[in-house]
Nanobody, 125 residues
Framework: QVQLVESGGGLVQPGGSLRLSCAAS????????MGWFRQAPGREREFVAA????????YYADSVKGRFTISRDNAKNTRYLQMNSLKPEDTAIYYC??????????????????WGQGTQVTVSS
């Protein structure tokens, strides 16, 4: 049984920063990608960032490139999303997820197998 628990969300002013954490427990082997997605009210769930487990290669949505950084701490079995220069349009529920298969696009949320419960990020003055 895999459990992913996000934390670190909250209310921040435009231009501010937050760091989201995703603590993993249970089956953490056979992970191919670990990703962060977000969903704003009335909108589709969208890709934010991903990291390939084997070599640490990272991938970002154009909307967050240069502002967000995905990382991992294998010793703590925790993954992070550092978010800087936040904008109101970054407001959403943020989810961490794991993709255990090689096939399928890392950008497509339906390809991911395990999900956290989500953490709310609100960017507002």
């Amino acid at each position: 049984q895999v459990q992913l628990v996000e934390s670190g969300g909250g209310l921040v002013q435009p231009g501010g920063s937050l760091r989201l954490s995703c603590a993993a427990s249970g089956r953490t082997f056979s992970i191919y990608h670990m990703g962060w997605f977000r969903q704003a009210p009335g909108r589709e769930r969208e890709f934010v960032a991903a990291i390939r487990w084997s070599d640490g290669n990272t991938y970002y949505a154009d909307s967050v490139k240069g502002r967000f950084t995905i990382s991992r701490d294998n010793a703590k079995n925790t993954r992070y999303l550092q978010m800087n220069s936040l904008k109101p349009e970054d407001t959403a529920i943020y989810y961490c997820a794991q993709k255990r298969g090689y096939g399928g696009s890392k950008y497509d949320w339906v390809m991911y197998d395990d999900w956290g419960q989500g953490t709310q990020v609100t960017v507002s003055s």
